[in-house]
Structures are given as C-alpha cells and as structure tokens.
C-alpha cells in the first residue's frame, strides 16, 4: 500500500490541520533549513512531528520555555539541547510503548530560540534566525545591504555589555578582516 491511501476496509481519516500547515518562510523563520544532525533545539523552537498512519499523535509542537514538550500517550520529553535526529529517535523509542513499529519524522519547523538582531541603516531590520554560523558580513548580506546613508565604517554589535567594532568598508577591501566575528544568539548589529 502506498503511503497517503487507506486499505479498502478502513475510513479514511483527515490528518490533523497542523501537521498540514506550509513552512512559513521569512527573514524570522528557520523553515526546514537547520541540519537536523548539528542543530541544537531550544526553548520556544517550534517542531514538526509527524508519525505515519497517526495524525492525531502529529503535528506542530512548541518546546515550552523548561525545555520540554508534552506528546499525546506518552506524556513529557525533554527536547532542549538534542538535535532533531536525536530527538526524533527518543520519540520513536517512547511511542514503541503504545505503537507497533511507529515511524517517526522531526523537523524544526520555526526558530525562536537563537536570534541575531540587525537594526538602523539597512534595508531589512528585525530578527533572524541563527540556524547555523553567520558572520557580521553575512548578516548584514541578509538584512539587504547598507543603505546609502549608512555608516558602513562605525557600524557596532551589542553583546550584552561588550560593544564591538565593525568597519564594513575595510573588511570589504580584504583589511582587518578579524573584525568579520560569528554572531552569537542575542546579537544586537546596529548600523548608524
């Protein structure tokens, strides 16, 4: 039988609406594109679980602020700090109690839980996600680029009480290029 059809003498039940719902795609939105083997879940990420042939056990899942998420049948599971992978497995064994060889797919669906922030002179401003390492270059490259009256040479980053320096004109130029840093969650990149 192929997946998606139903045997001849069953009803053909309705997935659960969420389990349905499109990737959201925005400069604040993860979609599919963290690596499911190195990423590092956390609090307020939103996942995706689908279990084959159980579309009232699937379905988008928030990972509450203690770093757990709460799943039909089988109660409470840690999920922060486990890759997608890792947790998609621990699932599978925890549904193995109540399910016969239940097949388990985990997605991060939204990141919430790493940010980097870009405001001021740019031509998109807000919160992206940190899915994998991004320098200050690359950020502003998402946020669109410098606008015309930007201060490319005092732009600065905020690290909670650090304050660092960014010369976007001489990293361009290939000089003091150890100013190109990798963002950390909670980054504030502002571009007077």
């Known amino acids: 039988m192929l997946l998606g059809q139903t045997a001849p003498n069953q009803t053909e039940t309705k997935p659960a609406p969420a389990a349905e719902e ?3 795609v925005s400069p604040t939105s993860g979609g599919a594109a963290v690596d499911p083997r190195s990423y590092r879940i956390g609090a307020e990420d939103v ?3 689908r279990i ?3 579309p009232d056990l699937s379905g988008l899942f928030t990972v509450r602020p203690d770093g757990k998420i709460n ?3 089988v109660g409470e599971l840690d999920a922060a700090e486990r890759t997608p992978v890792e947790l998609e497995a621990q699932i599978a064994k925890a549904y193995e109690k109540v ?3 239940p097949l388990v797919t985990l997605q991060v669906q939204r990141v919430e839980s ?3 922030y870009i405001s001021g002179e740019v031509n998109r401003t807000g919160a992206f996600p940190l899915i994998r390492p991004i320098t200050v270059l690359e950020a502003l490259t998402m946020a669109g680029g410098i606008r015309e009256f930007g201060n490319a040479k005092k732009i600065v980053i905020m690290r909670g009480k650090e304050r ?3 010369n976007y004109a001489e990293v361009i130029k290939g000089k003091k290029l150890e100013q190109n840093i990798a963002l950390e969650p909670g980054d504030h990149v502002v571009v007077p």
């Open 22 to 24: 499109k990737p959201e």
């Open 47 to 49: 996942l995706l679980l």
């Open 52 to 54: 084959w042939r159980e």
């Open 71 to 73: 799943l039909m049948l």
């Open 99 to 101: 399910l016969k060889n």
């Open 114 to 116: 790493k940010r980097y």
């Open 164 to 166: 660092i320096k960014f």
